[in-house]
């Protein structure tokens, strides 16, 4: 069984910062890319950013240059730095890793983690 659990939501205000993590845990064999999508109410899940095995890095235009993304293979843990928030980052956000077990490859999801940015 994998489980993929997430930390470091909250509140803060416009301009403030967080840092969410994100740690896989079972029978993994592999993990290729990783990555975080966010939920705001009433809208569909989006990409936020994802990195490769390698460490290659995307972003989603709304957050280049605000928000950045990071691994460490060894622990099997993503992370997303988000600097200089806004108002519109407010949203459940979604850990997301393409895990290869000795069975299965798939994608599997973390719970969700609420970011709210507001004065």
């Known amino acids: 069984q994998v489980q993929l659990v997430e930390s470091g939501g909250g509140l803060v205000q416009p301009g403030g910062s967080l840092r969410l993590s994100c740690a896989a845990s079972?029978?993994?064999?592999?993990?290729?890319?990783m990555g975080w999508y966010r939920q705001a109410p009433g809208k569909q899940r989006e990409l936020v950013a994802t990195?490769?095995?390698?460490?290659?890095?995307n972003y989603a235009d709304s957050v280049k240059g605000r928000f950045t993304i990071s691994r460490d293979n060894a622990k099997n843990t993503v992370h997303l730095q988000m600097n200089s928030l806004k108002p519109e980052d407010t949203a459940v956000y979604y850990c997301?890793?393409?895990?290869?077990?000795?069975?299965?490859?798939?994608?599997?999801w973390g719970q969700g983690t609420q970011v709210t940015v507001s004065s």
């Open positions: 997301n890793a393409d895990i290869r077990t000795v069975f299965t490859r798939r994608d599997y």
């Open positions: 079972g029978r993994i064999f592999s993990i290729f890319d």
């Open positions: 990195i490769s095995s390698g460490g290659s890095a």
